[in-house]
């Protein structure tokens, strides 16, 4: 089970820390993404990070204003947003795979229930 928080309302250029607690599984064993779904449109890969070595991976829209980790004692994954715009807002999900391809949400088996992100002034 995925348990996901830390979503709220934030002006533009503010910052969040999204996290996303794992029960029952280790984290360390699976990659874990966070993907987000705006109203209206498609669910859309956000960032991942593989398991074992922890490589890490970004969306072209979110690259060098985000950071994506793991603490392996608390089991968590956190997804740092900083310089949050209005595109931004959506709900945001963690998700863990076995799989290699990490970007594509059908490869996901679990899924958190979502943590809303709105940006706005």
């Known amino acids: 089970q995925l348990q996901a928080s830390g979503g709220g309302l934030v002006q533009p250029g503010g910052s969040l820390r999204l996290s996303c607690v794992a029960s029952g599984r280790p984290l360390s064993t699976y990659a874990t993404a966070w993907f987000r779904q705006a109203p209206g449109k498609e669910r859309e890969f956000v960032a991942a990070?593989?398991?074992?070595?922890?490589?890490?991976v970004y969306t072209n829209s979110v690259k060098g204003r985000s950071t994506i980790s793991r603490d392996n004692a608390k089991n968590t994954v956190y997804l740092q947003l900083n310089s949050l715009e209005p595109e931004d807002t959506a709900l945001y999900y963690c998700?863990?795979?076995?799989?290699?391809?990490?970007?594509?949400?059908?490869?996901?088996?679990?899924w958190g229930q979502g943590t809303q992100v709105t940006v706005s002034s």
């Open positions: 990070i593989r398991q074992s070595a922890g490589s890490k």
């Open positions: 998700a863990a795979t076995k799989s290699v391809q990490i970007s594509s949400a059908d490869q996901y088996i679990y």
